[in-house]
């Protein structure tokens, strides 16, 4: 039968329900979908749907997050594409709903995680797996570091220097645990930002991820340079991605920032 749906950007979708052949291309999504039991539904993903390992390599991708293959796809015949605001852009989706279901979810909160969840586990009629998900993770993150007060930035990029901001799910995870951002206060949910720029901010610690840039050890003498009155600290970025890598996370901050809480 079919079902018609209203997506997280207010778009109407009419979908087989339930979906049988569904193409993913948002990696926390994707993961999202195998832990509600979907293996044999998902045809599709993009190269950067890594997660979980030892079941996404089985599935073709046929996508970046900014770029599709068209044809590719075509020949999965999806019954229903999920894709995501600020991961997949305008363009793919007015492309991909000329021929298929396009499912557009937004998210760019902790809340909007957990909608995210229960929405797929709507879409493809997994509501109690997807209640369950949720609800573990919300037990998870009842032990979530608490670093009160601590002012520090979360860096993404060199060259230039990019740094999360207002309206994005990792910030809303800093806030969760505490921490103040000051480049929420910045134009950009992922603002450049100088030298000069980092120096103003007066942070406490700055957190250099490990993707989308693979910030290391030999950066941490970089920003030392910059700010040697601020901590540098490594960080894994797939614990800040939405999703089941949510029930790792609070075990990985306990862990990793436990002492940026003193």
């Known amino acids: 039968m079919n079902k018609t749906v209203v997506d997280q950007v207010g778009r109407s979708v009419t979908f087989s329900f339930p979906p049988k052949r569904i193409v993913s291309l948002c990696p926390g999504i994707t993961d999202t979908l195998f832990s509600l039991n979907l293996d044999a539904e ?46 997949n852009t305008r363009e793919i989706v007015e492309e991909l709903e000329k021929h298929f279901p396009v499912f557009v979810a937004e998210v760019q909160s902790v809340d909007d995680a957990f909608r995210m969840i229960e929405e797929m586990g709507s879409l493809t009629d997994r509501n ?18 608490k670093a009160t007060g601590k002012r520090v930035a979360y860096v993404i990029w060199r060259k230039p220097y990019m740094v999360v901001g207002k309206d994005t799910y990792i910030n809303s995870l800093l806030e969760k645990m505490g921490f ?41 003498k970089e920003f030392l340079g910059m700010m040697p009155e601020t901590e540098p600290v490594l960080i894994d970025g797939e614990m800040f991605w939405y999703g089941p890598r949510m029930l790792e996370a609070s075990v990985y901050f306990q862990e990793h920032l436990s002492s940026l809480r003193q």
């Open 42 to 87: 998902i045809v599709g993903r993009t190269r950067f749907c890594i997660h979980p390992k030892g079941k996404v390599e089985n599935v073709p991708a046929v996508a970046g997050t900014k770029d599709i293959k068209l044809e590719a796809i075509q020949e999965l015949q999806p019954d229903l594409i999920v894709v995501e605001k600020e991961e």
């Open 128 to 145: 109690e797996a997807a209640s369950e998900l949720a609800g573990a993770i919300r037990e998870q993150f009842e032990s979530l570091p």
């Open 180 to 220: 103040i951002n000051p480049f929420t206060e910045v134009d950009g949910r992922y603002p450049a930002v100088t030298a000069e720029g980092f120096k103003d901010a007066k942070l406490d610690y700055v957190l250099l991820a490990s993707e989308p840039f693979p910030f290391s050890e030999k950066h941490i």
